[in-house]
């Protein structure tokens, strides 16, 4: 009974906090009784599949936001194979040790699941299983995605635990000590970092949702749209009477078709013109290809800018082109639309011309408000920029380039929700910018170094 013991404990701490799940501590000590399993003279072959079995079981929170919206397939391997990369990651861990040392596994283990991590990022929906996430909701944690992405929050949930469990399974407080000390080297970073931030320029932000209009702007006919278009433009004047210079609404708010495109943003254009504020707004957009794009009228009621959504959702937005260009005006404000938001790639590159704040409309799935919202806040931790997200079926939220989360709303509610705040701009420019993912990278050889001296080490060695 105790493998079965040790794989629940581990998939009820997984499951409230990686993913949909909020609770941030649980991420450092979900893992420690399967890890102490897998670490101990338990059969390796219960020890795997209990590893596997507890990372599968804790990521099944992931349904009660995507069954039903995203393809079976997609779901099925966010659930089997970061599973996979965490049972193969603690058997290597334990061949490191045994050959090696206990320190040494748990070093090996953080670093194998920082690879598995990365390898996963490399895919169609980026990094958006990544358990580093779960640490957003405690700012302090990770600042250490400044100079390494979130790769290095990774490494730290890996080792912290791993640690811990090795010392308990092979009777050495060595690994556990090492542990703890990494663990507060973090946080002292962390405080460090954020108690360092200088003084910033502030945008005062606004931000409106409404989630009773999805049905209607999800119909391809000028009454629906235009429906839309008169809630949105009533919304930012009422953001505009509250002082908004940026005023930020979501993605695909309505259909946009050539009967009534002109007269749908030329709306909004004398809108952001007479509110004297910027409007960031997004559209499902069928001049030609259908696109996902979001234009930014200016206050001066010139030309739009428009952007591009480039990466799309698996199977709900095959119909669209993808972008391939960012948007950054001269101001440093930028935009994504939030998939793209999932790719630690994209936004880096994005980050060469150093944005201070980003726009981002987003539409998300309800249960996944604050999991998705999470990621954007990271990438502004990574590349030095502040966040503004607007998104349906999600949260309204404005943080800071420390991901510090200024204000924060629910748009389940049936009208329009609104909020504004004082916004600083980030520094734009951080260490992980000019690194990339070279911590990451580190990783992936480390992780095959210490597999390759286990392997040459013919001896077993489980007294040091």
């Not at 556990?176 to 910033?200: K, M, Q, S, T, Y």
């Not at 001049?287 to 979001?294: E, F, K, P, Q, V």
């Not at 944005?355 to 999470?374: E, G, I, K, N, Q």
Request: proline share 6%; net charge positive.
């Amino acid at each position: 009974m105790i493998p079965v013991l040790c794989t629940l404990l581990s998939a009820v701490g997984l499951f409230f906090s990686l993913n949909l799940g909020e609770v941030w501590p649980l991420a450092w000590l979900a893992p420690i009784p399967v890890l102490g399993l897998a670490f101990s003279d338990t059969d390796w072959r219960i020890a795997g599949p209990a590893c596997w079995a507890a990372y599968a079981l804790g990521t099944l929170n992931i349904l009660s936001a995507y069954a039903g919206a995203l393809p079976t397939g997609v779901l099925v391997i966010g659930v089997l194979v970061p599973g996979a990369f965490f049972a193969c990651s603690a058997l290597g861990a334990r061949f490191v040790a045994r050959r090696l040392s206990p320190a040494v596994g748990a070093l090996a283990f953080a670093a194998s699941w920082t690879t598995g991590d990365f390898l996963a990022s490399l895919g169609r929906n980026g990094t958006a299983v990544s358990p580093a996430y779960s640490q957003v909701g405690a700012p302090v944690l990770v600042q250490g995605a400044s100079v390494f992405g979130l790769w290095i929050v990774t490494f730290l949930l890996g080792f912290v635990p791993a640690g811990i469990a090795m010392s308990l399974a092979r009777r050495r407080v060595r690994p556990a000590v090492a542990a703890l000390v990494l663990f507060v080297a973090n946080a002292a970073f962390g405080f460090a970092r954020i108690a360092d931030a200088a003084p910033a320029r502030s945008v005062r932000v606004g931000l409106g949702a409404d989630d009773s209009l999805v049905r209607t702007g999800a119909r391809a006919d000028a009454t629906s749209a235009l429906r839309v278009i008169h809630a949105y433009v009533e919304a930012a004047r009422t953001l505009a009477a509250e002082r908004a210079a940026l005023i930020v609404f979501p993605e695909k708010v309505a259909v946009l078709a050539p009967g009534w495109r002109n007269e749908a943003i030329a709306r909004l254009r004398e809108t952001a013109r007479a509110a004297d504020a910027t409007i960031v707004i997004g559209f499902d957009d069928r001049d030609g290809s259908r696109l996902n794009d979001a234009f930014m009228m200016p206050p001066d009621g010139a030309v739009p800018a428009r952007y591009v959504k480039r990466h799309l959702v698996p199977g709900l937005e095959d119909a669209f082109a993808p972008g391939h260009a960012s948007l950054i005006l001269p101001d440093r404000t930028g935009v994504a639309i939030c998939k793209d938001m999932d790719f630690q790639a994209t936004l880096r590159g994005d980050a060469a011309a150093q944005p201070t704040l980003l726009a981002v409309p987003a539409w998300d799935f309800d249960a996944d408000a604050w999991s998705h919202a999470r990621l954007a806040i990271m990438r502004g931790v990574e590349n030095g920029f502040a966040v503004a997200r607007a998104a349906r079926d999600g949260l309204l939220t404005l943080t800071d380039a420390y991901g510090r989360v200024l204000r924060r709303e629910s748009t389940a509610q049936a009208r329009m929700v609104t909020v504004v705040g004082d916004v600083p701009r980030g520094p734009g420019d951080t260490i992980y910018r000019h690194v990339g993912d070279v911590f990451a990278w580190a990783s992936v050889a480390l992780a095959v170094l210490l597999l390759g001296l286990a392997f040459a080490k013919r001896d077993e060695c489980p007294s040091t």
